[in-house]
């Protein structure tokens, strides 16, 4: 399946990603059940980085990224461009030059499971990247890998056209077909959280609030005054 | 001894936490012996945190974070709240709502052994917090763990009323017995420090100040004009 | 050949080390080869540090900063001072009473294979380290180690007086001897660049820019319409 | 999709898991393309290791082994168990115990992006296994996954009743579709190699038998005598 | 506290000892609650490990073995030497020698969150070793540590006079005062898991022997014959 | 400086070389000052591997191991050949193949800072190989690197012809030119350690037959007969 290039995907639905693209991954990664989200090495190159867009996959090799060049013509406005490795790398396999190209095809942001570089440059020209490394390593153009095929990012599955959205606590993947849904979820979640924030700034606690007393002592824990009692 | 919330523990005195706040992590772990600092792997989540309290310590379990509640109710004005992890965990135990109950209660940060999420948020809030990791990933609340025994977090010993302080160097823990005489250590270094600060901008070197060129020649350090002279 | 301090050592010219200082690390690494560049574990321990200047060199050894002390006395303006260690350490063996130091002598940035601390004080002082962590933990002097002798730091080999660039992408090593060609071809290189962004940052394809298209088909690259097409 | 159970699924052709079976890993994972290879994180708990069979999958949760129960009324002889975990996890979710109930109904083997203990025991009965870390560390059983639904297990998708095989050189996923196909490319490169070998231990190069000397020209090797050319 | 030699300590009573010495690590660690478990990355040396005995412990300094000298003449017959590092540190501080010495004093076995040399020798002569390292690198003698005092190793707190129990699933600390409760505990535990491994051998599901199907349902899992019905 | 074969190299001589043979790694390392030792992540892919030879080097290119084929008419009788990897990497880039090939020509051994594969044949053949990694996955032949030329690896300086000695234990590189006088001082360190191991097995102390005691009295150590006389 390696060395191809699909031309059509279908991506999710344009409202769908501006109602997610208004929560913070760790809300979406909730609103779908604790699911598709990325492996904390997964880190931003820069601190306040923020996106949320449709993925364009590509699977690349090694100290190789030619593949990323060929997914450039593929990309459309409001993509995310989400690279995988065939094995572990942290070569910069992406920088400025490239981000230039993929702002000028629409891309919003790019995921990569290698190292990135000209991270100065992509923080002042504002194009966010979250990468495993940090690395101005530079790399060949020797191999061809795939692009617009499911691709395994980061440890989560990744298919062409659903949403990807990304910040400082990292990516999560939302599957095209459940891009309404979990925003709905999320919208749930987000006005109960309101609800509870101001109970709890207010000093009231969470074991009230949540009603968590009960379950506590029944699944056994006991409370003691002094350290020498127990 | 798992499954136990002790209610009252015996804090260091106020002053002592005060003129130990005044310090750096570097100058603290120096002050008492280069002693009871954690491991480099426990990161602030955003630079600039600094923190000094008193310990609430929580002992919980890989992806549940329930035991973090427990804590919240036997926070006191002033404490640094410490968790300690049964096993290694980077899932998200910790996020902006919790926060938000922490400084209610009087929390000044949170140092964790697991992961963190809402990190943006927190930063917003000014709520500081060392972990071992950033990680959106949400946990469940199934397992006791216990509050305020003595626990290991980030390879060091914490005694409930201990004193933490944590910037962006690191963590150390000053024993509770020990804050008053460790206060007094710090300002004696950094008084000598001062004064060797001057000197060494003025040029002046350490081998001078500090009286070590005899000790370097008996060590068998032996300078030469010319690499070709070895 | 541990113990030796080399007083005199030749340093690349001035002119070329200015000329380099102009470029980012990933441009000089490409512009040599993609050769000699540090491990991406190095890292620069606050954002936007960037340092360009003329090696000397430390050999210390675990938990001992020692060397650090009697390299000062050879800094002279304008040099990098570089620190290997003769196995893994993360200690914290450079702080800021050391950087005062460095500073006063007219250093200009330091390497490290191992820990730095006072890490904010650093970064209000603007000198620049990169490291392979950040770490409060004290030293000892007891063991003597060696100056201005060739070392590998972070996978790298470095002579004394070759030139070291350092940004937020990472570190590389330029060889005295080469400095000139390589800002050469650095230029050359930023040249060729400046051009390329103009076409992409139009939306041009790096594809055509390259010409890489026929190179892809040859090496086996296909297109398909539909993902069931594969 | 948390939460759920598939009772049926297609399983690979029983044929040619017996003929996958009799080849390595690297030359199954050269076979199909260099693809669908686990990360070398996941290893062997014993040296000697060697297993193929048909997936049965598992989505389980950090330090909560429940669902590994669930998964053994769902094994079919010749199955092989794979565990994907929601978050990094190197708890002790399987043992002896579950060892024994797996064999009895017909496993061959587990995989695990986990922890596993009792390694001494598994070895004595010879139950391969292949994980992340090993480790003693108990776990509850408190939280739902799922079984037999596609997982992400060391970076690579597997679909239940995808044939898994692993040695000591790692694990690869053949999907169920390609398991005919792939054995035949396999043993085709097997083939190859044994003609190959003969010749490279008769001391031919592999410059020669594969022709590379004017590709490698081509790129711009160059030989020179001695060192002082260059 | 540091440059502390405590001649006399408690250890645990010899028939406790004995009795623990028979059960594995898991089981002991499952016997007294899920605690007090070193971290997977300290690993034996050489397979087949097995070690059982009262605690001795050492609190030592990077790249320094000093004080497993000293650590030798505090050594009784049956104890398990213990050494802490006050940093992370891999490199030899331990090796056939200081085998022989610890050896002719009666020691059973080492754990070292440090490096380990001489491997191949100390598996001929049969002293076992746990590590975080095996490293080849010598060490120096300059700095003193302390002996006998409370240590944090591998994570875990241990007092001298306690018990150490190691083998190749880890590493696990009984409390002295703990050590006959938890012994009995083990023997029940391993009691109930004979009667268990028969009824699994047999092809009894886990499900079944421990009742879990009710709670599982409860908890939420669903069963569906195809995926196609999820 | 890449895309470079040296034909002819200067080998260390033949007896020094087979003296060199008879010592473990951490004697040799002992025996020329602690130097020149690879990192610990270094690792024999099997246990009980020992070689020492002359280098021959290698600096290849991550997933790439066409250079691989180019070394091996470079070998000669008695040579060990050293891979170092222009980034770090882990793909398989060695396996049986190339074994046979390498032992047709002569070759001893192979270290390898990547990954090699085909682990249980290379066992079986008695090929010692030490690596970063162990890994199935396959690698390209794509990009030139050079032979014979000086070269990092495993953090250590090496120049073709220098004697490599690895076991265990880990890897050592001797220079070419020190081959002679580091086997002499190898055989004294023997020697001397052959007496104290008499002593130490007799129980004596490494405290008397060193005679440390005074010293550690210096450095400040102090013994106390309980605990509680802290």
């Known amino acids: 399946m390696d060395g ?6 279908e991506r999710a639905d344009d409202g769908a990603v501006a109602r997610l693209a208004r929560f913070g991954v760790a809300t979406l990664h909730e609103a779908q059940g604790r699911a598709r989200l990325m ?30 060049h060929v997914a450039a013509e593929m990309i459309r406005p409001g993509d995310v461009v989400i690279v995988a490795l065939s ?13 230039t190209s993929y702002r000028a095809r629409g891309a919003k942001a790019l995921v990569l499971e290698a190292g990135c ?8 020209m ?10 101005a390593k530079g790399t060949v153009k020797a191999t061809v890998g795939s692009v617009n095929i499911p691709v395994v990012c980061g440890g989560a599955l990744i298919h062409p056209g659903d949403v990807v959205a990304a910040d400082d606590d990292g ?7 459940a891009a309404s849904k979990v925003a709905d979820a999320a919208a749930a979640r987000e006005q109960k959280e309101d609800a509870n924030r101001k109970r709890l700034a207010a000093g009231e606690l969470g074991l009230d609030i949540y009603g968590m007393r ?8 006991r409370y003691v005054d002094h350290i020498d009692q127990i």
Chains 1, 2, 3, 4, 5, 6 share one sequence.
């Open 4 to 9: 191809i290039v699909v031309r059509n995907i």
């Open 39 to 68: 492996r904390p090495f997964m880190r931003p190159v820069y601190p306040g980085a923020k996106a949320c867009g449709t993925a364009v996959t590509v699977l690349a090799h090694p100290g190789d990224n030619w593949m990323l």
């Open 87 to 99: 094995a572990e790398n942290a070569d910069g396999l992406f920088g400025e030059l490239l981000a």
């Open 117 to 124: 570089r000209d991270v100065a440059e992509l923080q002042a």
């Open 126 to 135: 504002k194009f966010p990247v979250w990468s495993r490394a940090i690395s």
């Open 171 to 177: 990516i999560v993947v939302i599957p095209r077909a």
């Open 214 to 221: 009960d379950a506590l002592v029944k699944a056994g824990l």
